[in-house]
Nanobody, 125 residues
Framework: VQLQASGGGLVQAGGSLTLSCAAS????????IAWFRQAPGKEREGVSC????????YYTDSVEGRFTISRDNAENAVTLRMSSLKPEDTAVYYC???????????????????WGQGTLVTVSS
């Protein structure tokens, strides 16, 4: 599976951005697709995941209610709609795909086999 993450950019606090993770090489239906982010000097953290075949999504507490993860059926892609952005959301965002389940423990990086290249999100105050 090859992943292409896109959609990052510069936005003011309170604004919105939509990230996309497009996949090639396999259908995403049976995999867990997760978004991670890594801010300078910090560890990579799980933001959200989706597993279409199980109908599950999960969000880390800091983004619950502000971010929405969904599947783009037509494009074999997953999008992350981010709204009410805060300066602390500034990070490089990565998408990843694995065979694990999408639940509270989704943020453990060894569970994921394929990673996208990252897209930078900068939120100005």
């Amino acid at each position: 599976v090859q992943l292409q993450a896109s959609g990052g950019g510069l936005v003011q606090a309170g604004g919105s951005l939509t990230l996309s993770c497009a996949a090639s090489g396999d259908n995403l239906y049976y995999y867990t697709i997760a978004w991670f982010r890594q801010a300078p000097g910090k560890e990579r953290e799980g933001v959200s995941c989706i597993k279409i075949s199980e109908g599950t999504t999960y969000y880390t507490d800091s983004v619950e209610g502000r971010f929405t993860i969904s599947r783009d059926n037509a494009e074999n892609a997953v999008t992350l709609r981010m709204s009410s952005l805060k300066p602390e959301d500034t990070a490089v965002y990565y998408c990843a795909v694995g065979s694990n389940s999408c639940f509270r423990g989704f943020g453990l990086t060894p569970q994921y086999t394929w990673w996208g290249q990252g897209t930078l999100v900068t939120v100005s105050s």
